[in-house]
C-alpha cells in the first residue's frame, strides 16, 4: 500500500522559509520520481517542482532560486525547502508520484504566508 504523508506547514511571514516533508511507504523510492505540487483557493493544482531518481531537478518559473526540493533516499523521504516566500506561494502542498501506472497523492499540508 503506498502511502505519502507530507508535514510542515504552517504560517510564515513574507520573506520567510518553511521546509516540507513527505514521507514515502509502500513504494522503491530510490527510484521513484516524486513531485511537489500546491492549490491556492479558487486556483487549480498545480506543479511546483520534481525531482527524479537520478536528481534531476525542475522548478515552475515562480519558484526558481527560491525553492528546492532534496530527496533523502535513504529515508524515503522527500523535502521542498522554501525560501523567500511571498503571499502568492500561499496554499496546500501535496506530495506526488506516478508508481506503477498509478498517481498517489498525500493529503497535503497547509502553507500561509502572511504578515
Known amino acids: 500500500q503506498v502511502q505519502l504523508e507530507e508535514s510542515g506547514g504552517g504560517l510564515v511571514q513574507p520573506g520567510g522559509s518553511l521546509r516540507l516533508s513527505c514521507a514515502t511507504s509502500?513504494?522503491?523510492?530510490?527510484?521513484?520520481?516524486m513531485g511537489w505540487y500546491r492549490q491556492a483557493p479558487g486556483k487549480q493544482r498545480e506543479l511546483v517542482a520534481t525531482i527524479t531518481d537520478g536528481g534531476r531537478t525542475n522548478y515552475i518559473e515562480s519558484v526558481k532560486g527560491r525553492f528546492t526540493i532534496p530527496r533523502d533516499n535513504a529515508k524515503n523521504a522527500l523535502y521542498l525547502q522554501m525560501n523567500s516566500l511571498k503571499p502568492e506561494d500561499a496554499a496546500v502542498y501535496y506530495c506526488?508520484?506516478?508508481?506503477?501506472?498509478?498517481?498517489?497523492w498525500g493529503e497535503g499540508t497547509q502553507v500561509t504566508v502572511s504578515s
Open positions: 509502500g513504494i522503491t523510492f530510490s527510484v521513484a520520481t
Open positions: 506526488n508520484t506516478d508508481w506503477r501506472a498509478l498517481s498517489y
